[in-house]
C-alpha cells in the first residue's frame, strides 16, 4: 500500500514537473512572441510601435501565466516551518542600531557631493523636474499650462523649497528628502518580513545599496515604488486598532500616496479598498474564500481564527470610509489650492493615463531582468500560498493576498520601458514577499541565498550596468575633455560650455523679449532660459513628450501662434544620427542586461520612432521659417 502512496506521489510530481515546463514555454511565448501578432495600430513614440509589438498583450499574457504557474508550484514546494507569524529568531542588537543612519548618510553625502561639484544635479530625470519647476516659477501651473505625467507631491515642495532656497537647492532637498523617505519605507517593510533585526539591517544594507539609482530624480526613488506597500501597512494597522494617531497617519499617508503619481495612486486605492472589505467580511464568508483558494492548490482551508483586538465589523467599515473621504477632501484641497479653476484635479488623472497607453514602450524578450522578475514572482507567491495554508488565521491570509495583488498590479509598468531599473523597482513588492516567505521554510538560509544570487545577477548588475553606461561619456569627457568638449548633448550628460555658450549667443544676437525652442539642448539649455529669463513655448517641455502625431502637431501650432524661435543644432536638422554600434561584447552585454544604451541596437529603433515622430516639426520649421543666425554648431530658424 505505501509503495503505492509513494508511486502515485512520484508520477503526480513528475506531471506537476511537466505542467511546469509546459506553462513556461507558454509563458515565454505570451510575453514575448504572441504580442508581434496584435501590433498596434495608432502611432506613439517608442520601440515598440517601430517592431510591432503590443506590450498590453504581453502584460495580459503574463498575469495569466504567472497565475497558472503559482498554482502548478505550490504544489510541488514542500510543507514550510511556520505560518504567517514565525518563531523569533535570536535578536542580537549588532546592526540595528546603527546600519539605517549609516546608509541613508551614505546616500546624503553622496548627493550632496554630486551636488556641490556643478552646483546642481546633472542627470536626466533631475533635469526634467527642474525645467518644470523654473516654469512654474514664471508663474506657469501644472497640467494646465505645461504637461505633467506625475502628481502635485512630486512636484509642488521643490517648488516651495525653491522659493526659500533657489531652484537648484530647493530641487536638491525635496529629492534628497524623497530618497531617505523610501530608504525609510524599504526599512519598514523589511520590518514586517523579517523579525530578526540582524538579518533585516543586512538585507537593508544590500538592497538599499543594490538598487541605488544615481539618476537624482523624484521619480526614480524607493518612495514612489514602495508607497503603495506603506498605505497597505498603516491602513491595515488603523483597521484593526483604531486610535487618532493611527488615522493621522494613515489619513496623509493615502492623501500624499493619490497626489504623489497616478500608478502610486491607483494601488494604494486598490490596496485600501480591497482591505476594507477584507475586513468588512464576516467570518464565514472569510472561510468560504479560504476554502475555494485551498481547492484551487489542493490544500485543505484551516479554521478561521478570531484576531485579538479586532473591533466589531460596523467601526472598522466607519473606519475605512471616514478615512477614503478625509484623505480624498485633502486631495481635492490641494489640487483647488494650487488651481482655484478646479482643471488642474481633472487633467491630472487624464494626462496621466494617457502617458500609459503605450508612449515609450520596447518589446519585451528574456533578458536577465525579465527572467529574475518572473522567477521570483511566480516562487514568491507560490510559496505565500503555501504559507497561507499552513496558517490558522484566514483574515491575515487573505490580507497577504490582497498584496500579492497589489504587487502583481505594480509590475504592469515595468511592461511599457521595460529597463533593468523598472523591473527592479517594480518587482520591490515581490521581491520582500519572496523574502517574507524565505522565512518561513526549511533550509531557509539556502533560500535566501538563491534569492540573492537571483538578485544580484538578475537585477542589481544589469540596473548598474546601465548606469555605468549612461555615465561613462561623462567620465570620458573628465579623462579627455579636449576630445569630448563638443559632442552633441542628450538628458544625461553635459557637453562642455561650448554649446550653452553658443546658446547664450544666439539669444544676445537675435534678443531675449521672444520665446525660443532649443531643439534637443535640455542640459545646456536650462542654465540660458534662467538666466536670461526666456520662456518656453509649448505645453510639451521636451518635445518627446508629446508622444503622438496629435501632440507633436500641438506643439507645431504653439511654436506658430508665438512666432517663436527654434535654434537646433545643424547636425540635427534632418533627424537624430544613429550613433556607432556597441561592440560585439557590449551587445551582448546590453542584451542580457535589457539596458537600452546609447548605442545599442535596441537604442536605434528607439531613435528612429523619436525621429519619426519629430519628422512634423522639422518639415515645419524648414517650410514656414528662415535662417535668422548660423555660426558654429548652431543654426536659429524664425518666422518669414
Known sequence: MRGSVGSQGMRSTRINCLRVVTLIAGLLFGTCVLPYWFAPTDFVVGASFEVGFNNGISYAAYLVLVFLLVL???????????????????????????????????????????????????????????????????????????????????????????????????????????????????????????????????????????LFNPLTGVNVTMTRYLFPSFVFLVFTRYLRLGGWRHGFVAVLSLAAAITYSFEVAALSLLAVLLIWLVHVLKPQACVGLGSFLGRVVGEQSPELRREDGLTT???????????????????????????????????YPEIAWSYSGGAHGVPIYPNLPFIALSTLTIIGLAGLVRVIFRDSDQRDSLLLVVYALVAV?????????????????????????????????????????????????????????????????????????????????????????????????????????????????????LPVYRDLGLRYPTYFTMLTNARNEQGIRRAIDEVRNQKAIVIMRKQDLHGFERPLRSEELWRVLDMLSGAHTRNSDLAGVILKSKNRLMAPFLAFVQAEYVPLYDQGLLIAFGPR
Open 72 to 210: 502548478v508550484v505550490a504544489r510541488l514546494l514542500p510543507e514550510p516551518e511556520h505560518g504567517l507569524r514565525p518563531r523569533p529568531l535570536e535578536d542580537p542588537r549588532l546592526f540595528n542600531q546603527w546600519l539605517f543612519p549609516g546608509v541613508t548618510l551614505f546616500h546624503v553625502t553622496l548627493f550632496a557631493a554630486i551636488y556641490s561639484y556643478k552646483g546642481r544635479f546633472l542627470f536626466g530625470e533631475s533635469l526634467y523636474f527642474q525645467q518644470l519647476l523654473y516654469r512654474m516659477m514664471q508663474g506657469e501651473v501644472p497640467y494646465i499650462d505645461f504637461s505633467f505625467y506625475y502628481g502635485p507631491m512630486m512636484l509642488y515642495p521643490a517648488f516651495w523649497l525653491g522659493q526659500l532656497f533657489g531652484l537648484n537647492a530647493g530641487y536638491a532637498v525635496w529629492f534628497v528628502t524623497n530618497y531617505v523617505v523610501g530608504l525609510l519605507f524599504l526599512h519598514t517593510v523589511l520590518g514586517i518580513c523579517i523579525t530578526n533585526k540582524r538579518h533585516r539591517a543586512l538585507w537593508f544594507v544590500f538592497l538599499a545599496l543594490g
Open 313 to 347: 465589523y460596523q467601526n472598522v467599515a466607519r473606519r475605512g470610509v471616514g478615512l477614503i473621504i478625509m484623505a480624498g477632501a485633502i486631495c481635492a484641497a490641494f489640487f483647488l489650492l494650487v488651481d482655484p479653476s478646479g482643471r488642474a484635479l481633472r487633467d
Open 409 to 525: 498590479a505594480s509590475q504592469r509598468a515595468a511592461f511599457g520601458p521595460a529597463e533593468p531599473s523598472h523591473f527592479a523597482y517594480y518587482g520591490l513588492p515581490v521581491f520582500l514577499i519572496t523574502l517574507f516567505v524565505a522565512y518561513r521554510f526549511p533550509e531557509g538560509r539556502r533560500i535566501r541565498t538563491s534569492l540573492v544570487c537571483v538578485l544580484l545577477v538578475g537585477i542589481m548588475l544589469p540596473m548598474q550596468y546601465y548606469h555605468f553606461r549612461e555615465f561613462l561619456p561623462f567620465v570620458a569627457r573628465r579623462l579627455a575633455p579636449a576630445t569630448h568638449a563638443d559632442i552633441s548633448a542628450d538628458l544625461t550628460v553635459s557637453s562642455g560650455a561650448t554649446l550653452e555658450q553658443g546658446l547664450r549667443e544666439v539669444v544676445l544676437a537675435l534678443g531675449a523679449d521672444r520665446s525660443y525652442l532649443m531643439y534637443d539642448m535640455a542640459y545646456n539649455s
